[in-house]
């Protein structure tokens, strides 16, 4: 039996309001990459998420990110099993990433270390809080230089993720955002983001309420994300913590304890489609993990040599 590499990367969030580019999540949704070796140049599968949508070739970023540690894909078959919806805001580009790095790692026993596989993605990516989170699971902090610090979180906090079906590239929702903001907005979202980093391992959920405000990013890029108005509306509900945009949307993030999610997550539904813009809403709590690594072969697991980050 072909030898077999198992690479499971989760979905992620990022900027968590005004953690603007410096915070991120790992959410309890994952892609896996099938790695099997077989004779024959390089085949591409693709099922689920972006099926006939993503390249099946070398140009697959899980590919182009092997391609960092391997020589030649010849000799490889590839099976990417998507559930990261795609263009949503969800980290699927960092998952697909983190991924082929990670099994480039393994494939070609290079001995990367943590930082070397996140300074990697980042290179590719273009930031570094998706693929810090991707990689390293939990709640991340990621500073200009130097590792990412990971933050407490309580375990009763959980999120409604709101998918809609329109997508919004990572440029456009760039260009939505100013070269320069007034410094008295600046000013209160670093208070902002500091009150959240504390407030998050707190017992007190409550105390996420205001603290969850962004003026840096979630103003301009507001009008991309449909059903905006009526998500914010929800923040006055039961249950309902606040909503941040993740990522560069459209997907929203509803945060609440983990006993309110179902029940937020179906009111969330039932607003959306009654303001025109139905959605799908996934209860997503925080994936423990990151990147994760298995190897396969003859028919037994090799279940030693399954670890985080390679």
């Not at 198992?6 to 790695?35: E, K, M, Q, R």
């Not at 606040?242 to 179902?262: K, M, Q, R, Y």
Request: charged residues 20%.
């Amino acid at each position: 039996m072909p030898e077999s590499l198992t690479v499971s990367a989760p979905a992620t969030s990022a900027n968590l309001g005004p953690g603007f580019d410096a915070l991120a999540v790992a959410l309890d949704l994952s892609n896996a990459v099938i790695i099997r070796r077989r004779p024959g140049p390089l085949a591409v599968r693709v099922t689920g998420e972006g099926a006939g949508e993503v390249p099946e070739d070398a140009s697959n970023l899980v590919c182009r990110a092997l391609l960092q540690g391997v020589e030649s894909l010849d000799g490889l078959e590839i099976e990417c099993r998507n559930r990261i919806p795609l263009g949503r805001g969800l980290g699927s580009s960092a998952a697909a990433v983190c991924a082929g790095l990670v099994a480039a790692n393994a494939l070609g026993q290079l001995r990367w270390s943590p930082a070397e596989i996140l300074r990697r993605a980042s290179e590719i990516e273009g930031h570094a809080d998706n693929a810090a989170a991707c990689l390293l699971g939990g709640m991340v902090a990621v500073p200009p230089a130097g590792a990412p610090l990971v933050v407490p979180v309580h375990e009763d906090l959980a999120f409604v993720a709101v998918i809609p079906a329109g997508r919004v590239s990572t440029e456009d929702a760039r260009r939505a955002l100013p070269a320069q903001v007034p410094l008295s907005d600046a000013a209160t979202t670093v208070a902002a983001a500091i009150g959240l980093t504390l407030a998050l391992g707190s017992p007190r959920l409550e105390d996420l309420r205001p603290v969850l405000a962004d003026r840096l990013h979630e103003p301009y890029r507001s009008p991309l994300v449909p059903g905006w108005d009526p998500l914010r509306a929800l923040t006055l509900a039961d249950g309902c913590l606040g909503v941040t945009i993740s990522g560069s949307g459209p997907t929203a993030l509803l945060w609440c304890a983990a006993s309110d999610a179902e029940d937020l997550a179906a009111t969330a539904e039932r607003v959306l489609e009654e303001a025109g813009h139905p959605a799908r809403a996934r209860v997503s709590k925080i994936a423990a993990t990151g990147v994760r690594a298995r190897w396969t072969g003859g028919g037994v697991e090799d279940t030693r040599l399954e670890r985080s980050i390679g």
